[in-house]
């Protein structure tokens, strides 16, 4: 995704990578039929779809401004965020050892960070100054409530039916924009169409997985399993991108895994 949008439009790069997953939710669906709907389904999928036509894009233009080691790792807030999230929405806490956790993944941010600057807030300010990555961190807000939206919907009808009306109503939402800012759709589609079609297979495998396993346990223990991938964003940053100081940053993703297995084992 790093790739086609440093070459592509933002937005129309996003609503394909989102849409090209439309006809396979749509396929489960129908092979798994439409679910019971209990109250409060349509309420929490507006508020989500809502939500993420500003987050997903967000996220990309996160990845297009920043290297891809200071920007996915800033993803692996979103389970400290839903100590908050997750306790008033869903009212699930998480044990000492998740606490433990949170504490890591603070610490391995500043990990990533030393050298940037000078004295114990040098870190702090270097954050600051890479736009990716405070962009990134507002995503993960905003993301913990998405991810706890996920598990009221699933929960309230089921994962395939909502993975195909989640993908639905945000293909929806987000065609208008296209149209408004005259965003190039189909010149996108057919340059980019074999990496785009790997995202939106991976976005398809992605959310079908989460929103199974949401249903089984606590989301932040989900959530952090899928932040667990942060270690091999900063391989790919260095391997593929050209980006340096690989050492420092993978000392601090290595220290954000370990907090998010502890979150997971709370």
Known sequence: MKRVVERSPLLASTFLSVALGLPVYILLLVLTGVPQLRPGFFP????????????IPLRNLALR?????????FLAFTPLFMLATEALLLGDRPGWRGMSGVILIVVGVY????GEGVGPLGPLRAIARERGSLISLGVAAIWSVTSAIDKICVTRSSPFFYAATFTLMYVAGSLPILLLTHRPILPTARREWRLLGLVAAANVGTLLTQLLAIQLTLVSYVIAIKRSGMLLSVIIGAVFFGERQLERRLLGAALMSVGVALILTG
Do not use: E, R
């Open 65 to 73: 401004l920043s290297p891809l080691s200071l920007t996915i790792p």
């Open 44 to 55: 929490a999928l507006l508020a989500g779809v809502a939500l993420n036509i500003i987050t």
């Open 111 to 114: 990990a990533m960070q030393l």
